[in-house]
């Protein structure tokens, strides 16, 4: 089957395939930086280990993330436009089974580096918070128009950040940030299928 390209430079939409990679590329690309940081920073990762208790607050951490996201989309119109912008160009050409990988692979990938790696490395404070919050939601730029979605992703790494540094568990960031993604990404398909 071939895939047809829309492309042009208002709406420069991906096919499902370029999505995929493009998620797969970078999901490898976090975790090369990670590695190499650990190895050559000498710098211990966060430590990780599936408990029931941290589970559960990473569960509701991320339904309470994706419930203020919700209220943003609704109340904040420049985060809806950044957002939208950005979640069609991602989530349109994607099938409902492949929004697992657009929850697995950021949330392990970006949680190994900005909270697994960057927050021992920064000094496990507030400053490294802050630090790789800011790295995070630089990430999430694509542009100048995205200002509204690199501020939403600032915050939410502040969140994250400070799950992992109160648990002192890389699972809880983990948890709440693949749930968020999936969470969203579902809802966002859903009101787009139902042309709400």
């Not at 990679?21 to 990780?48: D, F, H, P, R």
């Not at 509701?60 to 419930?67: A, H, K, Q, S």
């Not at 995070?136 to 939403?152: K, T």
Request: some cysteine.
């Amino acid at each position: 089957m071939v895939e047809k390209q829309n492309q042009n430079p208002e709406n420069p939409y991906l096919t499902r395939t370029q999505v995929l990679v493009a998620m797969g590329v970078t999901a490898l690309a976090l975790w090369i930086v990670a590695k190499l940081w650990l190895e050559l920073g000498q710098v211990s990762l966060l430590s990780w280990r599936l408990h029931g208790k941290d589970f559960l607050i990473g569960i509701g951490l991320g339904l309470t993330i994706t419930g203020f996201s919700g209220l943003a989309y609704q109340y904040w119109n420049a985060y809806r436009k950044s957002a939208d912008y950005y979640l069609q160009i991602v989530l349109k050409p994607l099938v409902l089974p492949d929004l697992l990988w657009l929850g697995l692979l950021p949330g392990l990938s970006e949680e190994l580096l900005f909270r697994g790696v960057m927050l021992p490395a920064f000094g496990m404070d507030n400053f490294a918070v802050i630090a790789s919050s800011i790295c995070f939601g630089i990430l999430h730029y694509s542009g100048s128009h995205q200002w509204a979605y690199v501020m939403w992703a600032t915050a939410v790494g502040v969140v994250l950040g400070y799950s992992a540094l109160l648990s002192g568990n890389l699972m809880v960031p983990i948890v709440a940030h693949i749930l968020t993604n999936l969470l969203s990404s579902y809802m966002w398909k859903f009101v787009q299928a139902k042309g709400v």
